[in-house]
């Protein structure tokens, strides 16, 4: 059987309608570890390639003859070698390769529509899968707002263009520390303005528009409004976004199956409190019915039957650990001493995010490879 070619958008459309996929993946151990394709019905073998460069006979054994089989490298170009074997071994098979690699699939966006919203308004979730981001895009009478969008512009401008709206409005909830912004370059390219908390922008060495607790903004003529609420704790300036009355975008502060890590501008133990404060008092006194949407996921698990990842505000204050440890030396303990390993380049990210640097596309690809880890759980 000839070896076909599957994209990233192939394999997150298996993710999200929760197909069966047998994947090999052919990286070495520790990346297969760290990081790799996850879905609620794939099944996994990790072989380096290096260790089928005399043959892939040995391993066929460990192969369905009833499955698709992906097989996955970092780039593509082993993927496409072990393909090219296992079809010459055995004809039967049916082998696919992923183009682009892990590097493909971290980048890969998939749209999702939420809900529908006041006056024909629609809010759209856009999932990295490869990279458990989430960016949003809130659309009314031809106009649009987004909110953590990440650096692949084009994939927003042209979701822009197909629904016929003009992009006024672009939101940071934060200075990402994890991926590179697309915030600037998108308000830059349509003329929209840009947001960004003038708390985490004391080092920025470009122009933006203040985002400051209360401030609302009006996405088109039905009177969306789009309202900004301080909820430090990630960093000192992350703020929330409360949509249309039902959504509250909470940023890096609260997933759903976990919480924002305060570590990564190196201030921990001045930012525990703050952290605390928001999730145990601000959001407490918010609607328990507001749906929540974080910027993040960490595990396959968080994400919804449609593929969003969104779960109503009482349920998380019932069910999210990091939301009922009562004892506050104890939360401060597992917030600051326990977190997991920073992300890849977190400090040259957050370089980049300040305007400090620029990378060009390569090095910004190496810069954002792998898991999500802003999160602490």
Not at 153 to 176: G, M, R, Y
Request: charged share 25%.
């Amino acid at each position: 059987m000839t070896v076909t070619k599957w994209t990233a958008a192939d394999v997150a459309r298996k993710v999200i309608d929760n197909q069966s996929l047998f994947i090999l993946d052919v990286r070495n151990a520790d990346a297969f570890e760290d990081w790799k394709i996850e879905g609620h019905q794939f099944d996994y073998v990790n072989i380096p390639y290096f260790e089928l460069l005399d043959g892939v006979e040995g391993i066929l054994p460990q192969l369905p003859k009833d499955k698709d089989i992906l097989v996955v490298c970092a780039k593509e170009g082993s993927s496409i070698m072990v393909a090219d074997m296992l079809s010459e071994a055995d004809a039967t098979l049916s082998v696919s390769y992923l183009v682009g690699g892990m590097k493909s699939w971290s980048s890969y966006l998939e749209p999702i529509k939420v809900a529908d919203l006041s006056g024909n308004g629609e809010l759209y979730q856009f999932v990295r899968l490869g990279k458990g981001c989430l960016s949003y895009m809130v659309i009314s009478e031809g106009e649009a707002a987004l909110i953590d969008a990440v650096r692949f512009t084009e994939v927003f401008t042209s979701f822009a263009k197909e629904k016929n709206v003009e992009i006024k409005h672009v939101f940071d909830t934060h200075l990402h520390a994890d991926h590179i912004s697309g915030g600037r370059s998108i308000a830059e390219a349509t003329g929209a303005t840009y947001y960004l908390p003038s708390k985490d922008a004391a080092e920025v060495v470009f122009d933006y528009t203040p985002l400051e607790d209360g401030l609302t903004v009006q996405i088109g003529a039905s009177n969306i409004d789009v309202g900004a609420l301080y909820s430090p704790g990630h960093t000192i300036g992350s703020t929330s976004f409360v949509v249309d009355g039902k959504y509250l975008l909470t940023g890096d502060i609260l997933f759903i199956d976990s919480i924002g890590r305060p570590d990564l501008a190196g201030l921990a133990e001045d930012w525990v409190g703050d952290l605390r404060e928001t999730l145990y008092r601000r959001y407490r006194e918010l609607a328990e019915d507001l749906i929540v949407l974080p910027a993040h996921f960490m595990i396959i698990d968080e994400l919804n039957e449609d593929g969003t990842v969104a779960k109503r505000l009482g349920d998380l204050l019932a069910e999210n650990h990091g939301l009922n440890i009562e004892d506050e030396l104890e939360f401060r303990s597992i917030v600051t001493d326990h977190l997991p390993p920073q992300p890849n380049a977190y400090q040259q990210i957050r370089q980049v995010n300040m305007g400090k640097i620029t990378p060009d596309h390569d090095e910004q690809t190496e810069m954002e490879i792998g898991p999500n880890r802003c999160a602490v759980r």
